[in-house]
């Protein structure tokens, strides 16, 4: 059955056709617009589809959507994963952690988009069971990222043996997030530096103390 569904997105699909670049291309029509507000239209405008090319490649508007945040949550985990490099600091790290985060919150052709996920998957989380699940697994997913990071921290004695390691990936993420949300509120460049800097001491400790 899943294949038949793979071979039943592949129709309609023009030649040349490259997934990947409409995926990013539907995916930034969602974080400008939200799951709601995005159209068939300014989907279709957007990947240089028509709607049956559209509906061909991916299926449902809702399809789209989910395949959109995938693609975001498997970008996230490698940036992740890139940035925890446990030949570094921890304090590296977590500060690669929220520079990398950083770079993707306060991009936007208009305005800072923050992230992708919390943006807009939060929103429609409610009624689109779905969309909940990706969310929660995809939240799961780099909080359990960071734990494995922690726990090294702890057996390396970066942190020390009473530090939970769940607990500080948890607050590690909670700092990310708080970033997303003010990016996209309007927060400068300085101000969401100055809280990544704030949550590196909180996590590490001040080296200074």
């Known amino acids: 059955m899943v294949q038949n569904m793979k ?51 991916f299926g449902d508007k809702e399809a789209l959507y989910l395949d959109a945040l995938e693609a975001y ?10 940035a925890l490099d446990p030949s570094l600091q921890l304090r590296d790290n977590i500060a690669r952690v929220y520079a990398g985060a950083l770079a993707i919150y306060l991009h936007g052709e ?7 996920l919390i943006g807009t ?21 780099f909080d359990g990222e960071i734990e494995k990071r922690m726990r090294l921290a702890v057996k390396s004695g970066e942190l020390p043996e009473s530090a939970d390691p769940q607990v500080l990936a948890r607050l590690a993420s909670a700092v990310m997030h708080s970033l997303a949300v003010r990016a ?3 927060d400068s ?17 001040n080296p200074h103390v």
């Open 7 to 57: 071979d039943e997105k592949k129709r309609g699909r023009p030649r040349g056709f490259d997934a990947k670049a409409a995926l990013g291309k539907a995916r930034d029509v969602f974080w400008d617009r939200g799951f709601a507000a995005a159209s068939l239209d300014n989907l279709s405008a957007a990947t240089n589809l028509n709607r049956p090319s559209l509906y061909g490649a």
């Open 73 to 82: 949550r498997q970008d996230g985990m490698d940036v992740l994963t890139e």
């Open 110 to 116: 208009t305005a800072a988009r923050g992230c992708f």
């Open 189 to 205: 460049r300085e101000v969401l530096e100055a809280i990544a800097r704030s949550g590196v001491e909180l996590i590490c400790g």
């Open 184 to 186: 996209r509120a309007g």
């Open 121 to 141: 998957a939060t929103a429609e989380a409610v009624e689109h069971e779905r969309v909940r699940e990706v969310l929660g697994r995809s939240l799961n997913d």
